[in-house]
């Protein structure tokens, strides 16, 4: 079977969440051939740097705006699909002699759906939602299947118009090695690991890292991704952090962490489940990480700090010497990878694909 797995580099969780899905389908079966395609890179060549360039300035300076023009997108629900997009749409599958196409980006399920409207093509679409809210841009009519998070994921699609059949609840995709080599940690120094996403968005302030950099009793790891200005500010003003870029380690760095300090983002909130290390959020700002900070909250596998007049130093320092409370959290992410066992994303996914193929 050619299986084509279309996302995009608007943060790295939508690029994390392909790879899960690829290894998890090529693990089960070795002879399928599975695709991880750009499409903006495909499909817009000459501009996609600058789509991507501006999508990283309003996620990181104009989050506001950022979270307007998401909300519009979603009440459109359409894509404007010109006979020379839906020739590359043709090439793309012809080139790949694809069988059934998965997309982790919402904005792929409009093309496709699109697409297979124009064309009347029967091709599979299934769509990965990557975060547990619902946003109307992930709603396509041409999905044959939907997998998503939670329950609470489902209620809320079926709430906006799409079937019931037609959704799984699968958990999001997190790859293997998230599962995988959990130890006892051999160091009694509490440990914070520090992740801002894929674009090095840290979510909190310089008094927070000061803070932290001066109390012995605590050791901090800051990835800070693709930003190297941050990397660098990072590694000359505080000595007692470590600093590193893009790594691909981050189930390491999660799993001997006491605690992660990140943003609400769905990949990082089901890697970091997967990893058994519960989750600190600071300030959710945009639209999408939402949901996903309720999600943290209400599952108790987590804290969310939503009142910016909170003093975040003083509420993180008792959360990680709270060995109860981060027992439990653990438990509770323990309990969560018992209803979404991960190999089960495979085996739907493959059941579905043999129905519609």
Request: proline share 3%; hydrophobic share 35%.
């Amino acid at each position: 079977m050619n299986i084509i797995i279309l996302t995009g580099r608007f943060g790295m969780g939508h690029i994390k969440a392909a790879e899960a899905i690829r290894e998890e389908i090529l693990r089960d079966n070795e002879a399928n051939n599975v695709e991880i395609i750009d499409f903006m890179d495909y499909m817009f060549p000459a501009i996609s740097k600058y789509i991507y360039k501006g999508f990283n300035f309003l996620v990181s300076s104009c989050s506001g705006l950022y979270n307007s023009l998401n909300k519009a997108a979603g009440n459109n629900g359409t894509v404007p699909l010109k006979v020379a997009v839906t020739r590359k749409i043709d090439r793309l599958i012809s080139q790949h002699e694809a069988d059934a196409i998965v997309v982790a980006f919402p904005v792929c399920s409009q093309y496709i759906s699109a697409y297979k409207r124009m064309r009347r093509c029967s091709i599979p679409l299934y769509t990965y939602v990557t975060d547990i809210t619902a946003h109307e841009e992930w709603i396509a009519p041409g999905t044959d299947k939907y997998f998503v998070g939670d329950t609470v994921t489902k209620n809320a699609l079926i709430s906006k118009g799409v079937l019931e059949e037609k959704i799984i609840v699968s958990g999001i995709p997190v790859r293997q090695c998230f599962y995988t080599g959990h130890t006892q940690k051999k160091s009694s120094q509490k440990e914070i690991l520090i992740m801002g996403g894929g674009l090095g968005l840290i979510p909190s302030s310089g008094d927070f890292l000061r803070s932290l950099n001066d109390n012995p009793d605590i050791k901090v790891t800051l990835i800070a991704g693709k930003n190297e200005k941050l990397l660098t500010s990072i590694r000359e003003k505080y000595d007692h952090i470590e600093a590193i870029g893009y790594t691909d380690r981050v189930d390491y760095y999660m799993k001997k962490a006491d605690i992660i300090v990140t943003k609400a983002g769905g990949i990082t909130t089901f890697e970091a489940i997967a990893s058994k290390t519960p989750l600190y959020v600071i300030k959710p700002f945009l639209e999408q990480e939402f949901g996903n900070a309720k999600y943290i909250e209400e599952h108790n596998i987590g804290r969310v700090l939503w009142n910016k007049d909170s003093d975040e130093i003083e509420d993180i320092v008792n959360l990680i010497h709270n060995d109860k409370l981060l027992e439990t959290m653990k438990e509770n992410m323990s309990k969560l990878i018992e209803e979404f066992e991960h190999s089960d994303l495979y085996k739907d996914t493959k059941k579905e694909m043999e129905k519609c193929s």
